[in-house]
């Protein structure tokens, strides 16, 4: 059986706000084994970066404060870590890449500094062996004249230049687990399709598990092996891919599929999600999605657990699958 | 649950958003309440001094802090405690008064500006480089000098410094506004100049002016006091604070009382309206209060 | 390339400050109430001496022309005559000028040296109790009448521990070192003369201690919100996330990118450094230009008063250009432009 590098479990958060706290996640519980890629798919403010970044403990502590929940990572308690001892996993046992590759990078420091000042913070490298590694490192991303690049700033370089540095350092030192939040939405089409090629074959030559957060439904579609489909900081249908996405249980993952272009028959309109996200300020009782569901009924007014369906992790947080258990 | 709690804990005077921001900012609490202490005590002058300030007593010169006179006296037996609360009527009064002169102007010239465009624009723009290029206080003892020494001349240079600022600021805020739809609809609607200053530019420009002025008070209090006590401000036998300090220095060595107060009452003035002003700053900035 | 843009910008810049400056304090000069020649002939001359002065001082020629003189004497470094000491105001302005850099050098060292750790603290501890202090103290700062301060040092320190001086630059029975940059403290030591440097070091202490802590307000708040700002881009958040210890993150990839913007302000902040070295020198009877121009006010000598107008406001751009300069320098992203 495989290792379980991440485990998430039933995690909730809360931020302070104007007159008392709000919570942002909500009993969410997830897991990552050994060399698989996972998606959480969610439109913005469903929480999917929040709980990502908390899974390495990388939210400020004074603007987001943990309810209830444990994260186990490759073993060890993250919660019950000194900011020292998670210093020393983040960048070596796990990683993590953003959105926004322009901004990532250090403005002021040059490519090859950074790069040598993280491989050498984890490893005993010498300056030259570090140097060697960095190379390998952008090649391996595809990245010809590797050793020029070192020497120039991030602001001389594109971004989809710059994403693959990142990447490439994210790999720096085989992390057993790597967080991708949204690592391609800023960039071209064209480039977007390489560097998660470069992204995939990377990890599987290193053994390393993905953490790929998306809302993207196409690029989750073809890049992940099991899912979790957020909405309003919980969690709501969870699966693998093609099962998830293929037969959809929860209304919310239903309206996502629907609302994609490829599913819109031609001529026919796309078909939106009625309603807006709801503000967490405001969150109606009950199922987070109720407002905006065509199948809602009485007992939706009640926060429906995450029913567990009959295959291997396949789950949905809806009343109607238990309808349809009863039934 | 949450939401409960927090509406249960809710005090009785509730300032709303306002309140909510300054228990957030304990500071800003502090300016204010600085702030209102100062003010309550010197429009209330008369009412918590102890003596006349002018009154001279030659039986009492120089005399240590006491229960007679809380702050000692002066070298012709004035009670200090008294000159103090009397003398901020003067610092604040200049404070509002260059705030108040230099934001109009400002106001009206940045509104101008921005409205016309065009060479009135280029006019008044490169007018204010000029003044700005030169360091206020250069400037300042310069225009203080050639009117004179009085505590009104010593106002009218500070502001005259102080007007481009507040340009700045109103005419940026106009070019904005003056792209908004609504007024590029009044404009369709011949609307005229006056009217859009009136109605759409000025209403829009209030509250940085304010900030802005908020802002300036303190140091403004700070900056009349200091060109009073190197003689270009309040004049004897006016009790102002930085006149006190000045003629207060003759006597540092062995009646630091004289000296110490006064200053103190500056300190206390500047730091409370630096405090406040910050914090309103800090509300009403929303690039501020997104950190 | 882009080094001779900024620098031709600059004296572009110069050039309008020159004519700016000048018609200031030309214009002031006109405005005085009084009479400049009479001033100049002085109470008793008779009203034909008085005439002459007028013709002399170029008084009666129309003022486009008068203006043309005084800016020709201007670019050629002639600021009048002091009625006070009657010397060039060039000259006085040159013998007084060093003694101010030295007070708000060192005085600027002191805020920097303290406010920068306090600005850092100050952010990285957002809203904690030592955000509040470090607000707290850099409003007094700001807010601290320098006149005032330095005369509590004189009563504490000279006054009743009587340890420090309580004025002037130097102990003026201990015979001066030769004259080769100005600053005292510099030329004793090159100098070797031991006695003159200590004498120069415990006269500076308090008038650099008055008008520090009064700039230390300014560089905490810069440092704090230049800060604040770097803490919160995403590279922060990058090395964070590959293992950077918070110290790493704070010293080595915030405070550097920090301090680039911080050195515009601080050149900007010169301004409010002169402002308190007036008052201070002025308290500390230290011969500099800002008690220059205070006795000048005092004596109603125009001249010299407009002269240290026209003389800062050129400095002023003069530092501006070196900071831009620096800048450039500091930071790559400017620098590879172009």
Same mark, same amino acid.
């Given at each position: 059986?495989?290792?379980?590098?991440?485990?998430?479990?039933?995690?909730?958060?809360?931020?302070?706000?104007?007159?008392?706290?709000?919570?942002?996640?909500?009993?969410?519980?997830?897991?990552?084994?050994?060399?698989?890629?996972?998606?959480?798919?969610?439109?913005?403010?469903?929480?999917?970066?929040?709980?990502?970044?908390?899974?390495?403990?990388?939210?400020?502590?004074?603007?987001?404060?943990?309810?209830?929940?444990?994260?186990?990572?490759?073993?060890?308690?993250?919660?019950?870590?000194?900011?020292?001892?998670?210093?020393?996993?983040?960048?070596?046992?796990?990683?993590?890449?953003?959105?926004?590759?322009?901004?990532?990078?250090?403005?002021?420091?040059?490519?090859?500094?950074?790069?040598?000042?993280?491989?050498?913070?984890?490893?005993?490298?010498?300056?030259?062996?570090?140097?060697?590694?960095?190379?390998?490192?952008?090649?391996?991303?595809?990245?010809?004249?590797?050793?020029?690049?070192?020497?120039?700033?991030?602001?001389?370089?594109?971004?989809?230049?710059?994403?693959?540095?990142?990447?490439?350092?994210?790999?720096?030192?085989?992390?057993?687990?790597?967080?991708?939040?949204?690592?391609?939405? #800023?960039?071209?089409?064209?480039?977007? $399709?390489?560097?998660?090629?470069?992204?995939?074959? $990377?990890?599987?030559?290193?053994?390393?598990?993905?953490?790929?957060?998306?809302?993207?439904?196409?690029?989750?579609?073809?890049?992940?092996?099991?899912?979790?489909?957020?909405?309003?900081?919980?969690?709501?249908?969870?699966?693998?891919?093609?099962?998830?996405?293929?037969?959809?249980?929860?209304?919310?993952?239903?309206?996502?599929?629907?609302?994609?272009?490829?599913?819109?028959?031609?001529?026919?309109?796309?078909?939106?999600?009625?309603?807006?996200?709801?503000?967490?300020?405001?969150?109606?009782?009950?199922?987070?999605?109720?407002?905006?569901?065509?199948?809602?009924?009485? #007992?939706?007014?009640?926060?429906?657990?995450?029913?567990?369906?009959?295959?291997?992790?396949?789950?949905?947080?809806?009343?109607?699958?238990?309808?349809?258990?009863?039934? | 649950?949450?939401?409960?709690?927090?509406?249960?804990?809710?005090?009785?005077?509730?300032?709303?958003?306002?309140?909510?921001?300054?228990?957030?900012?304990?500071?800003?609490?502090?300016?204010?309440?600085?702030?209102?202490?100062?003010?309550?005590?010197?429009?209330?002058?008369?009412?918590?001094?102890?003596?006349?300030?002018?009154?001279?007593?030659?039986?009492?010169?120089?005399?240590?802090?006491?229960?007679?006179?809380?702050?000692?006296?002066?070298?012709?037996?004035?009670?200090i405690y008294s000159r103090i609360l009397?003398?901020?009527?003067?610092?604040?009064?200049?404070?509002?008064?260059?705030?108040?002169?230099?934001?109009?102007?400002?106001?009206? +010239?940045?509104?101008?500006?921005?409205?016309?465009?065009?060479?009135?624009?280029?006019?008044?723009?490169?007018?204010?480089?000029?003044?700005?290029?030169?360091?206020?206080?250069?400037?300042?003892?310069?225009?203080?000098?050639?009117?004179?020494?009085? +505590?009104?001349?010593?106002?009218?240079?500070?502001?005259?410094?102080?007007?481009?600022?507040?340009?700045?600021?109103?005419r940026g805020q106009a070019l904005i506004?003056?792209?908004?739809?609504?007024?590029?609809?009044?404009?369709?609607?011949?609307?005229?100049? +006056?009217?859009? +200053?009136?109605?759409?530019?000025?209403?829009?420009?209030?509250?940085?002016?304010?900030?802005?002025?908020?802002?300036?008070?303190?140091?403004?209090?700070?900056?009349?006091?200091?060109?009073?006590?190197?003689?270009?401000?309040?004049?004897?036998?006016?009790?102002?604070?930085?006149?006190?300090?000045?003629?207060?220095?003759?006597?540092?060595?062995?009646?630091?009382?004289?000296?110490?107060?006064?200053?103190?009452a500056i300190l206390f003035t500047a730091?409370?309206?630096?405090?406040?002003?910050?914090?309103?700053?800090?509300?009403?900035?929303?690039?501020?209060?997104?950190? | 390339?882009?080094?001779?843009?900024?620098?031709?910008?600059?004296?572009?810049?110069?050039?309008?400050?020159?004519?700016?400056?000048?018609?200031?304090?030309?214009?002031?000069?006109?405005?005085?109430?009084?009479?400049?020649?009479?001033?100049?002939?002085?109470?008793?001359?008779?009203?034909?001496?008085?005439?002459?002065?007028?013709?002399?001082?170029?008084?009666?020629?129309?003022?486009?022309?008068?203006?043309?003189?005084?800016?020709?004497?201007?670019?050629?470094?002639?600021?009048?005559?002091?009625?006070?000491?009657?010397?060039?105001?060039?000259?006085?302005?040159?013998?007084?000028?060093?003694?101010?850099?030295?007070?708000?050098?060192?005085?600027?060292?002191?805020?920097?040296?303290?406010?920068?750790?306090?600005?850092?603290?100050?952010?990285?501890?957002?809203?904690?109790?030592?955000?509040?202090?470090?607000?707290?103290?850099?409003?007094?700062?700001?807010?601290?009448?320098?006149?005032?301060?330095?005369?509590?040092?004189?009563?504490?320190?000279?006054?009743?521990?009587?340890?420090?001086?309580?004025?002037?630059?130097?102990?003026?029975?201990?015979?001066?070192?030769?004259?080769?940059?100005?600053?005292?403290?510099?030329?004793?030591?090159?100098?070797?003369?031991?006695?003159?440097?200590?004498?120069?070091?415990?006269?500076?202490?308090?008038?650099?201690?008055?008008?520090?802590?009064?700039?230390?307000?300014?560089?905490?708040?810069?440092?704090?919100?230049?800060?604040?700002?770097?803490?919160?881009?995403?590279?922060?958040?990058?090395?964070?996330?590959?293992?950077?210890?918070?110290?790493?993150?704070?010293?080595?990839?915030?405070?550097?990118?920090?301090?680039?913007?911080?050195?515009?302000?601080?050149?900007?902040?010169?301004?409010?450094?002169?402002?308190?070295?007036?008052?201070?020198?002025?308290?500390?009877?230290?011969?500099?230009?800002?008690?220059?121009?205070?006795?000048?006010?005092?004596?109603?000598?125009?001249?010299?008063?407009?002269?240290?107008?026209?003389?800062?406001?050129?400095?002023?751009?003069?530092?501006?250009?070196?900071?831009?300069?620096?800048?450039?320098?500091?930071?790559?992203?400017?620098?590879?432009?172009?």
């Amino acid at each position: 059986m495989r290792k379980t590098v991440l485990d998430i479990d039933n995690l909730s958060l809360e931020f302070p706000v104007y007159k008392g706290t709000v919570s942002a996640v909500n009993r969410v519980s997830l897991h990552v084994q050994e060399g698989e890629i996972v998606g959480i798919v969610g439109e913005s403010g469903s929480a999917k970066s929040v709980t990502a970044m908390t899974a390495m403990r990388l939210l400020p502590s004074e603007s987001f404060r943990i309810r209830s929940g444990r994260i186990t990572l490759l073993g060890q308690d993250m919660l019950a870590l000194s900011e020292q001892k998670l210093a020393s996993m983040r960048g070596r046992d796990v990683a993590m890449i953003f959105q926004e590759p322009l901004t990532a990078l250090n403005p002021t420091k040059k490519v090859g500094a950074q790069m040598l000042g993280v491989i050498r913070l984890h490893t005993k490298l010498s300056e030259r062996e570090a140097r060697l590694h960095a190379i390998k490192l952008l090649t391996d991303m595809r990245i010809n004249d590797a050793e020029e690049i070192l020497e120039r700033y991030p602001f001389e370089l594109s971004g989809g230049m710059r994403q693959r540095i990142l990447i490439g350092l994210a790999f720096a030192c085989s992390p057993k687990l790597l967080i991708a939040d949204e690592p391609t939405t #800023a960039l071209d089409v064209t480039v977007q $399709k390489q560097v998660l090629q470069l992204l995939r074959q $990377k990890a599987r030559e290193l053994n390393t598990a993905i953490l790929f957060i998306s809302h993207d439904l196409a690029v989750v579609s073809q890049f992940c092996d099991r899912l979790y489909v957020m909405y309003a900081g919980s969690v709501v249908e969870t699966g693998p891919t093609r099962e998830v996405l293929g037969a959809p249980k929860h209304p919310y993952t239903q309206a996502l599929i629907r609302a994609l272009p490829e599913s819109a028959a031609p001529g026919q309109p796309l078909r939106s999600i009625r309603g807006v996200v709801p503000n967490l300020t405001d969150m109606p009782t009950g199922c987070a999605f109720r407002e905006r569901c065509d199948s809602a009924f009485e #007992a939706c007014s009640a926060i429906p657990p995450l029913f567990s369906l009959d295959e291997d992790n396949r789950a949905s947080a809806c009343w109607l699958c238990e309808k349809e258990h009863a039934a | 649950m949450a939401e409960a709690q927090s509406t249960a804990k809710r005090s009785r005077f509730d300032f709303g958003y306002f309140g909510y921001q300054l228990k957030r900012s304990p500071l800003t609490m502090v300016g204010l309440i600085m702030v209102v202490l100062v003010l309550i005590v010197v429009i209330f002058a008369p009412v918590f001094a102890t003596h006349d300030p002018n009154a001279i007593d030659l039986r009492a010169r120089l005399a240590p802090p006491s229960m007679a006179h809380f702050f000692g006296t002066d070298e012709v037996g004035r009670d200090i405690y008294s000159r103090i609360l009397f003398g901020g009527r003067q610092s604040i009064a200049v404070g509002f008064f260059v705030v108040f002169l230099a934001g109009l102007t400002g106001t009206v +010239l940045g509104a101008l500006s921005g409205l016309i465009g065009g060479r009135t624009d280029t006019v008044i723009m490169r007018l204010m480089d000029v003044v700005l290029s030169v360091p206020s206080l250069a400037l300042i003892l310069a225009l203080a000098a050639a009117l004179g020494p009085s +505590l009104v001349n010593a106002a009218l240079a500070i502001a005259i410094v102080r007007i481009p600022f507040y340009v700045r600021l109103v005419r940026g805020q106009a070019l904005i506004v003056r792209e908004m739809a609504y007024v590029k609809a009044a404009h369709t609607f011949r609307a005229g100049r +006056l009217h859009i +200053l009136r109605w759409h530019i000025l209403p829009n420009t209030l509250s940085p002016v304010i900030v802005q002025g908020t802002l300036d008070l303190g140091s403004t209090i700070l900056l009349a006091s200091a060109l009073s006590f190197i003689g270009l401000g309040a004049q004897q036998p006016t009790a102002e604070w930085g006149a006190m300090v000045a003629t207060g220095r003759n006597y540092i060595l062995d009646q630091w009382w004289y000296s110490g107060f006064p200053g103190f009452a500056i300190l206390f003035t500047a730091t409370g309206f630096n405090l406040f002003g910050d914090g309103v700053r800090d509300m009403l900035d929303p690039r501020q209060k997104a950190r | 390339m882009q080094y001779l843009n900024v620098i031709r910008k600059r004296l572009l810049f110069l050039a309008l400050v020159v004519v700016g400056v000048s018609m200031i304090t030309f214009a002031i000069s006109h405005l005085i109430p009084g009479d400049p020649a009479m001033l100049v002939a002085g109470d008793r001359a008779t009203p034909e001496i008085v005439e002459r002065v007028r013709e002399d001082m170029g008084l009666n020629k129309p003022l486009p022309e008068q203006y043309w003189i005084y800016l020709k004497g201007i670019l050629s470094g002639d600021l009048g005559t002091s009625l006070r000491t009657r010397r060039p105001v060039a000259e006085d302005l040159k013998l007084y000028f060093p003694a101010t850099m030295e007070l708000a050098l060192v005085a600027l060292m002191l805020a920097t040296a303290v406010g920068v750790p306090l600005g850092v603290a100050s952010a990285v501890w957002r809203d904690k109790p030592i955000d509040h202090l470090v607000r707290a103290l850099a409003v007094t700062g700001i807010s601290t009448p320098a006149f005032w301060l330095g005369l509590l040092l004189i009563v504490l320190f000279y006054g009743d521990l009587g340890i420090l001086p309580g004025g002037g630059r130097i102990n003026p029975d201990i015979p001066r070192p030769p004259t080769i940059t100005g600053f005292l403290l510099i030329d004793s030591l090159l100098a070797g003369d031991m006695t003159a440097f200590t004498s120069a070091l415990r006269h500076i202490i308090l008038p650099a201690l008055t008008l520090g802590f009064v700039h230390l307000g300014v560089v905490a708040r810069q440092i704090r919100s230049a800060m604040l700002e770097e803490l919160q881009q995403d590279y922060v958040r990058t090395a964070r996330a590959n293992g950077l210890s918070r110290r790493s993150v704070i010293f080595r990839e915030a405070l550097p990118n920090a301090l680039i913007p911080s050195v515009t302000v601080m050149g900007l902040a010169l301004g409010d450094l002169l402002y308190g070295a007036v008052l201070t020198e002025t308290v500390f009877a230290w011969p500099g230009m800002g008690a220059y121009v205070v006795n000048s006010i005092q004596a109603l000598d125009f001249p010299a008063v407009m002269g240290f107008t026209v003389v800062v406001s050129f400095a002023y751009v003069l530092v501006n250009l070196a900071v831009d300069l620096l800048y450039m320098v500091i930071d790559p992203r400017i620098r590879s432009v172009n």
